[in-house]
C-alpha cells in the first residue's frame, strides 16, 4: 500500500451564481493558510483509494459554509460564514461543562489570528459582534467577504439591539417563553391566509422558516430568520430543460409580492438580495425578515 500524501487540491474557480465555489474558495485558503482541514489520500495494492482527513494542531480549525446572498453586506461580490473551532484540548466537556484551563486566551489569540490571516489575503473579515465564550458556545464565527477592487467595506454599526447572544447555546437552550423569530413569521404568514404550512400542495407555493446566525443579523434585529420560498410545481424549473414554463416570471413577482405584504404588514422588515430573481436560473427565493427594536435599544 502507498504512503499517505497530501491530495493536490487546485484554487476553485468563483462563479457568484454558484454558492458552493465561495464556500469551495475560502475553505482553500484556509487549508493554504494552515487553519483548515486538509485531506491525505493512499491508494491500497487492489487500486482502493483511502481518505483521511487531518486537523491543525493547537491552533484550532476553521471551516467555511454558504450563506444566502439576502444576509450578504452590500456591494459584496462573495461572502461565507467561517466557523472556528477550538483545539480539542482545549474544548469545554460536554458531560460536565468544565472549561480547561487557557481556553479563554486560546480562543481569544486564535480568533484574531485567524482574522488577521484571512484579511492577509484580500477578505475583509468580521467576528460576531457578541464575544462568543467558551463557556457558552461550542465554536465562534466570522463574517468572511470579499469587496470588488477599490471599493471599501462597510463601516461596521456601533450598536446592537440586543444585549446578549440569542438561544440555542450552552447556558439557554431555546427561546422559551419569549417566541422565537421562526414563530413570528410563521404567525404572520398563517394571519395572511397563504396556506403555505399545509401538507397537501398549495397553489402559492411552499415556505421553510428557519435559523440564520446572529453573526449576519441587521443590527436593529431583535429577532431574525431565514426564509425560503419554492415555486409551485407548475411554475417551476422543468426537470429536462431546466426553464420555467411560461408565466413563471410574472408568478415569482406575484407570490414574493404577497409574501412581503404580509411581512411588512405585520411590522417585519424583508431584506432580499440585490440581484434579481430569474426563475430560469433560481430553484427557490430567499429573504432575511426580521423584527426591528427600538433604535439601537437593548433587549430585555
Same mark, same amino acid.
Given at each position: ?84 473551532? &477550538?483545539? @480539542? +484540548?482545549?474544548? !469545554?466537556?460536554?458531560? =460536565?461543562?468544565?472549561? #480547561? %484551563?487557557?481556553?479563554?486566551?486560546? *480562543? /481569544? $489569540? ?36 470579499r469587496m470588488p477592487a477599490g471599493v471599501p467595506p462597510r463601516q461596521e454599526p456601533t450598536a446592537w439591539a440586543l444585549s446578549e447572544p440569542v438561544p440555542p447555546h450552552f447556558q439557554r437552550l431555546g427561546w422559551y417563553p419569549d417566541r422565537s423569530p421562526q414563530e413570528i413569521v410563521r404567525d404572520a404568514l398563517l394571519e395572511a391566509g397563504l396556506g403555505l404550512f399545509r401538507r397537501e ?29 419554492? &415555486?409551485? @410545481? +407548475?411554475?417551476? !424549473?422543468?426537470?429536462? =430543460?431546466?426553464?420555467? #414554463? %411560461?408565466?413563471?416570471?410574472?408568478? *415569482? /413577482? $406575484? ?46
Open positions: 500500500m502507498s504512503e499517505w500524501t497530501q491530495e493536490p487540491v487546485t484554487e476553485p474557480v468563483y462563479d457568484r451564481a454558484d454558492p458552493q465555489s465561495g464556500r469551495a474558495l475560502v475553505n482553500f485558503h484556509l487549508r493554504e493558510l494552515g487553519i483548515g482541514e486538509s485531506k491525505l489520500v493512499r491508494t491500497g495494492a487492489d487500486g482502493q483509494r483511502f481518505c483521511r482527513h487531518v486537523l491543525p494542531q493547537g491552533l484550532g480549525v476553521c471551516r467555511a459554509h454558504v450563506l444566502t446572498e439576502a444576509a450578504w453586506p452590500e456591494g459584496a461580490e462573495l461572502c461565507v460564514t467561517v466557523d472556528w473551532a &477550538p483545539d @480539542a +484540548a482545549l474544548r !469545554r466537556d460536554g458531560w =460536565t461543562g468544565r472549561v #480547561p %484551563a487557557g481556553a479563554d486566551a486560546h *480562543w /481569544r $489569540e486564535r480568533i484574531a489570528a485567524t482574522a488577521r490571516a484571512l484579511e492577509s489575503l484580500g477578505y475583509v473579515v468580521e467576528p460576531s459582534r457578541f464575544r462568543c465564550s467558551p463557556r457558552c458556545h461550542a465554536g465562534a464565527e466570522l463574517l468572511v467577504y400542495p398549495s397553489p402559492f407555493g411552499q415556505v421553510a422558516v428557519r435559523d440564520i446566525t446572529q453573526t449576519v443579523w441587521p443590527p436593529e434585529a431583535d429577532r431574525c430568520t431565514w426564509l425560503t420560498w419554492w &415555486p409551485a @410545481a +407548475a411554475f417551476a !424549473r422543468a426537470p429536462g =430543460t431546466g426553464l420555467a #414554463p %411560461a408565466g413563471a416570471e410574472e408568478r *415569482w /413577482r $406575484e407570490c414574493l409580492g404577497r409574501l412581503q405584504q404580509a411581512l411588512t404588514g405585520a411590522g417585519l422588515v424583508v431584506r432580499s438580495r440585490a440581484r434579481p430573481w430569474n426563475p430560469d436560473t433560481d430553484e427557490t427565493a430567499d429573504v432575511l425578515v426580521y423584527r426591528a427594536a427600538s433604535p439601537f435599544s437593548t433587549s430585555e
